[in-house]
C-alpha cells in the first residue's frame, strides 16, 4: 500500500473507470483485470445484477413485440429496453474482468396479454431492481464497484418512476427505499423463469 492509503490495483481501476466512463468500457479491459484480480465476491454480486438485467431486457423485448403497446408506453418499452440491453453489456464486461464467465441469459415468460398487464408488471420489476440493487450494494468489496451498480440502480429508479406515473400511481411513495437480499429477490423473479 502506498503512503497515502492507496494500494496499485485501486489507483490503476480508478483510472481504468475514469476511461470507461469517457470512452467505454472496452477501452479499459486489460487495464482492469490486474486491479480486479481479487474480488471474488464481488462477481457474485455482479452475477445477481447480470441475471436481473438479464431478465428486464427479455421483459421489454417481450413487451414491444407482443403486449400491443401504444403511445408513452411503447416509446418507454423500447428506450428502457435500450438501457437493459446496455446494463447487460456492462456487467457481462465486468464479469469477464474479474476473470469469471457471464452467465447465458435465462429463458422467461411474463404473460403480457396487453398495455395495462405490461405497466403492472414493469412497475413490479423496476421496482424490485431498485431494492435487490440496494440490497446487493454492501457486499461490494470494491468501492469502484459500487459505484458502477450505483450509476444502474439510478436509472433503474427513473424507469420505474416514468412507468408508475404513467400506470397513474405515486411515482415516489415513500422518502427511502427499502433494500431486498438476494435470495427473497431470486423467489420473486423465479415466477418469471422458464
Known amino acids: 500500500m502506498g503512503s497515502d492509503g492507496i494500494t496499485r490495483s485501486t489507483f490503476i481501476l480508478r483510472g481504468a473507470l475514469g476511461v470507461a466512463a469517457t470512452y467505454g468500457i472496452g477501452a479499459v479491459t486489460p487495464y482492469v483485470s490486474e486491479a480486479l484480480a481479487s474480488a471474488a465476491d464481488d462477481q457474485e454480486v455482479l452475477a445477481f445484477a447480470l441475471g436481473l438485467e438479464q431478465l428486464e431486457s427479455a421483459f421489454y423485448k417481450a413487451a414491444s413485440s407482443r403486449a400491443g403497446l401504444s403511445g408513452q408506453a ?39 396479454t396487453d398495455q395495462a398487464s405490461f405497466l403492472k408488471l414493469a412497475v413490479r420489476l423496476e421496482d424490485l431492481g431498485v431494492a435487490a440493487y440496494n440490497g446487493a450494494a454492501p457486499l461490494l468489496k470494491t468501492p469502484e464497484l459500487l459505484s458502477a451498480l450505483g450509476s444502474i440502480v439510478n436509472v433503474e429508479a427513473r424507469h420505474s418512476a416514468a412507468l408508475r406515473a404513467l400506470a397513474g400511481q405515486d411515482p415516489s411513495p415513500q422518502a427511502f427505499e427499502k433494500p431486498k437480499p438476494a435470495d427473497q429477490v431470486g423467489v420473486e423473479l423465479k415466477t418469471f423463469v422458464q
Do not use: M, N, R
Not at 411503447?74 to 456492462?90: M, N, P, R, W, Y
Not at 456487467?91 to 469477464?96: E, G, R, Y
Open 74 to 112: 411503447a416509446t418507454l418499452a423500447k428506450s428502457f429496453g435500450s438501457h437493459e440491453d446496455d446494463h447487460v453489456k456492462a456487467l457481462s464486461q465486468l464479469i469477464t474482468q474479474l476473470g469469471g464467465k457471464p452467465a447465458a441469459a435465462p429463458k422467461a415468460k411474463f404473460g403480457l
